[in-house]
């Protein structure tokens, strides 16, 4: 008996803690959510000024072992962008919802029930609320939320969340969408600055018909994303993305067309003492269109030696033009954005960075072509001088480039074969044929000595340093080259013309060579 009053003590003891830890912890969260909304907002008007949302929340009941509230996405009418009709993201009226559901810490009730006895400042479920705006989303899902979300929130402010989006399956006239759904997994520090990020989906299928009455599908299988974040020391987000979809197919009544299988897409940025350094890779596994196989390919460029101060000054710079052209309500175009680097390009080079393409490549069952290309910049004492021309700048500004192209024959042949076939050829004639053009383009590039002809493969050999070149072994000043393919190294008529740094002397013919 004495045992059973101890034991019933000591459960009223630890429920009476936890009940006041519970309502101490929903006092934290309550302040915890201003923190988050201000810090959103932030986020928001840096990243996409355009947007001119804003986050802000109402409702909030405070329980004693949970509270609800809600988040609301709205217009900000002090937004710059708020009177931009065609760039806003909503309406003077619209509201996008989440309604929040809290189970307070220490030992949120719904981790309970999974057997997770890590203290938590709570456990949040989300899930969209329908409103006027998306009615039709909400149309499609039969009423249910579109997705859903439940977050674990650290009493460091940490976030750990799994998002679920629904199946989807519409029909519309003669169109149909069918989604597996998608799962997102996602860890966000604190300061929401640092990001790991895992998301999937099995399958997206879009099927119409076209003009012709004949029914095309699209289809996305085995989707998958894969992302870190973390800031780096010149303000400029570090880290690695991997997006990868197992097959990319497109049918024509039933019979295939096209198939890609195994794309995928990486990058990576990552920073020294004083340079970022960034590489892109681009990769899939196979090509085939109606049954052919085409081969498969990759790409590989990377970065080094970026200075990061000055990466840093040209991303405020680039980010300030594109506010201000918010403001004024007019686009950010890519003209813009070329004149934004041309005036940060001496600033960019500083650091003398490297840029590396290796390797361009296509392969199928009868070998690999592969292009490799390496340039080293540097900066230079035109960074001085008054509006130089874009193109005697880029000269001043590359101190080498190596490059080298292999084409195997045998490859080549089988690539222009396939193509042959496609287009009704026989076997035979599409054999021919392919033979034919690739001997005629081995025999061009030869006579005009931008290839050779080397152990049964096209290739080509070209180095360029102190404003010279070596194209396979041929000497050749860069006018001589440049006017190879009829252009010229001279300023353009309305070009400021530009004293550059004294070069080596040597003899130039005042007429290129005949090739």
């Known amino acids: 008996m004495k045992k059973s009053l101890v034991a019933i003590g000591i459960m009223a003891i630890v429920g009476s803690a936890w009940t006041a830890a519970s309502w101490y912890t929903g006092k934290l969260i309550e302040q915890h959510i201003e923190q988050v909304v201000a810090e959103s907002n932030l986020l928001l008007k840096k990243n996409i000024p355009e947007a001119g949302i804003k986050l802000s929340y109402q409702d909030y009941q405070r329980g004693l072992f949970s509270s609800n509230f809600r988040y609301v996405f709205q217009l900000d009418t002090n937004s710059s962008n708020a009177n931009n009709a065609d760039e806003k993201w909503l309406g003077k009226d619209d509201k996008i919802i989440f309604i929040e559901t809290i189970d307070h810490g220490p030992f949120p009730l719904a981790q309970l029930k999974q ?34 979300a439940v977050s674990r929130f650290s009493y460091r402010g940490d976030i750990s969340s799994t998002l679920n989006i629904i199946p989807i399956e519409s029909q519309q006239n003669t169109a ?28 997206l299928v879009f099927t119409s018909k076209d003009q012709h009455n004949q029914l095309e599908q699209y289809s996305l299988q085995g989707l998958a994303l894969k992302i870190t974040h973390h800031p780096g020391k010149f303000d400029i987000g570090m880290g690695d993305q991997q997006f990868t979809i197992k097959q990319i197919a497109f049918d024509t009544d039933g019979k295939n067309i096209t198939t890609l299988d195994g794309f995928s897409l990486n990058t990576s940025l990552g920073e020294s003492d004083k340079n970022l350094n960034g590489k892109l890779s681009y990769s899939l596994d196979a090509l085939k269109i109606k049954g052919h196989d085409f081969g498969s390919g990759q790409l590989v460029l990377s970065l080094d030696r970026l200075d990061g101060e000055a990466t840093k000054k040209f991303v405020e710079a680039y980010n300030q033009e594109a506010l201000q052209a918010l403001q004024q309500g007019e686009d950010f175009e890519a ?112 006579m005009f000595k931008l290839t050779t002809n080397t152990d049964d493969a096209i290739s080509s050999r070209f180095h360029y340093a102190d404003n010279k070149i070596d194209l396979n072994d041929r000497k050749l000043s860069l006018q001589e080259f440049m006017a190879l393919f009829g252009l010229s190294s001279e300023p353009e008529e309305n070009e400021e013309a530009v004293d550059y740094p004294p070069e080596p002397t040597e003899s130039t013919p005042a007429t290129p060579q005949t090739p």
């Open 335 to 446: 003209q813009q954005l070329s004149e934004i680097l041309f005036a940060q390009l001496p600033t960019l080079l500083k650091g003398n960075p490297i840029l590396n393409i290796s390797p361009l490549s296509w392969k199928n069952s009868k070998g690999e072509s592969t292009l490799n290309i390496n340039v080293e910049l540097m900066d230079t004492d035109l960074a001085t001088a008054n509006t130089p021309s874009s193109t005697a700048f880029l000269a001043h500004s590359i101190k080498k480039v190596d490059a080298t192209l292999t084409i195997p024959l045998a490859m080549a042949t089988d690539l222009t074969m396939q193509t042959a076939l496609l287009e009704g050829y026989s076997p035979e004639e599409s054999q021919k044929l392919a033979e034919q053009q690739v001997q005629g383009l081995a025999a061009m590039g030869k």
């Open 115 to 148: 057997f997770n006895f890590i203290p938590s400042m709570a456990l949040v479920h989300s899930e969209l609320e329908n409103s006027p705006v998306i009615k039709e989303l909400f149309e499609i899902t039969k009423g249910q939320s579109p997705l859903n």
């Open 176 to 203: 149909t969408l069918r989604f597996s759904g998608a799962t997102i997994n996602a860890d966000v520090s604190q300061d929401l600055r640092n990001l790991v990020l895992n998301a999937k989906s099995d399958s």
